[in-house]
């Protein structure tokens, strides 16, 4: 069936340094996509969200980037700091349907 | 706090015992998301209320779980007769009038 899966299980970034977290969607029917951030023992936390008349958004630290051509979905979070390590997921949402997660990336953050 | 909160946080039972869980989503959202997680997934769709009216149900839903939302406010999430293989995290969502959705704590069943 249609999914949503990610390129990385788990990444780990330098303390300052960018990081960048990829999804990959293969439903191209869906028009709205949500980040989120998972720490350990909490419920999933909304990041940013993006529709897919846009290509890029922007938010505090995070951008995401949407290219449909490639159903390809990014989070780039700036100088990321220890607070950032979390496990990321990304959601797709099909117009009338529900909210498909993936399995999620576990960002470790370096001191 | 004005987020979505989840009661209890923890519950662990025996196998075969009933378990209900509460959900109170954030106070001007009109719908209500139960999902299900398990360890190192992403969290699964379970049933969705609009107001007091459930909408949705998924196939992982089996007869022996119910949901209600008797008032169009909090939710509870009932399972009968519990199995192991019901371990996992219950999670609720709520969303207003964007298609956003705010997830609360969650509350994590240990069935032995």
């Known amino acids: 069936g249609e999914s949503v899966g990610l390129h990385l299980p788990t990444l780990s970034v330098q303390e300052g340094d960018n990081s960048i977290i990829n999804c990959a969607y293969s439903?191209?029917?869906?028009?709205?996509f949500i980040w989120y951030k998972q720490e350990s023992g909490k419920g999933p936390q909304f990041i940013i969200d993006?529709?897919?008349?846009?290509d890029k958004r922007q938010g505090q630290r995070v951008t995401v980037l949407l290219n449909k051509t490639v159903k390809h979905l990014s989070l780039q979070i700036a100088a990321t700091q220890p607070g950032d390590s979390a496990v990321y997921f990304c959601?797709?949402?099909?117009?009338?349907?529900?909210?498909?997660f993936g399995p999620g990336t576990r960002l470790s953050v370096l001191p | 706090d004005t987020g979505v909160s989840q009661d209890p946080r923890h519950k662990i039972t025996k196998r075969g015992q009933n378990v209900t869980f509460r959900c109170d989503p954030i106070s001007e959202h009109n719908r209500l998301y139960w999902y299900r997680q398990t360890l190192g997934q992403g969290p699964e769709f379970l049933t969705y209320?609009?107001?007091?009216?459930?909408?949705?149900k998924s196939r992982l839903l089996s007869d022996r779980f119910s949901a209600e939302r008797p008032k169009g406010s909090f939710s509870t999430l009932e399972i009968q007769r519990t199995e192991q293989g019901d371990s996992a995290m219950y999670l609720c969502?709520?969303?207003?009038?964007?298609?956003?959705?705010?997830f609360g704590p969650g509350t994590r069943l240990t069935v032995t």
């Open positions: 209320f609009q107001n007091e009216a459930q909408l949705e």
């Open positions: 993006i529709r897919s008349n846009m």
């Open positions: 969502a709520s969303s207003g009038q964007g298609r956003e959705q705010y």
């Open positions: 439903n191209s029917a869906s028009d709205y």
């Open positions: 959601a797709e949402l099909v117009p009338g349907q529900n909210f498909v």
